[in-house]
């Protein structure tokens, strides 16, 4: 489900992880009952927007930007901006997005939950 890719040259994922570091994003780690890592989760609170990108594996990526004021940013009931694919091309579309210039609505911090989770608090 590519919506709105442009064509963009992909980009190596370790690099297009530091970027993402670079630019903010925050990582979880989801694992299973063994501790083995199932995802690399990155989300980014900007201006009124939230961004989220999975990597279930290097051909298997997606990412999401929505309204900061969505309740739940893992599984969004709309959001403005979705692209899916691999990794390498997901990120780039991802770091191509222009940053948004409001202020910030969403504030918060990560609450770990069930071994292997962890759920965004949204400060009020």
């Not at 670079?22 to 694992?31: D, K, L, M, T």
């Amino acid at each position: 489900m590519n919506h709105h890719r442009a064509a963009r040259p992909p980009c190596d994922v370790e690099s297009g992880l530091r970027a993402l570091i670079a630019r903010g994003y925050q990582f979880v780690h989801p694992s299973d009952a063994t501790g083995a890592v199932l995802a690399v989760v990155g989300v980014r609170v900007h201006g009124d927007v939230v961004d989220v990108v999975r990597l279930d594996a290097e051909d298997d990526a997606t990412a999401t930007r929505m309204s900061a004021d969505e309740e739940n940013v893992f599984t969004p009931s709309t959001w403005l901006w979705r692209t899916s694919g691999p990794a390498t091309l997901v990120l780039a579309d991802l770091l191509a997005l222009p940053d948004e210039t409001t202020p910030a609505v969403a504030g918060g911090c990560w609450v770990p939950g069930r071994p292997g989770t962890a759920k965004w608090l949204a400060a009020s």
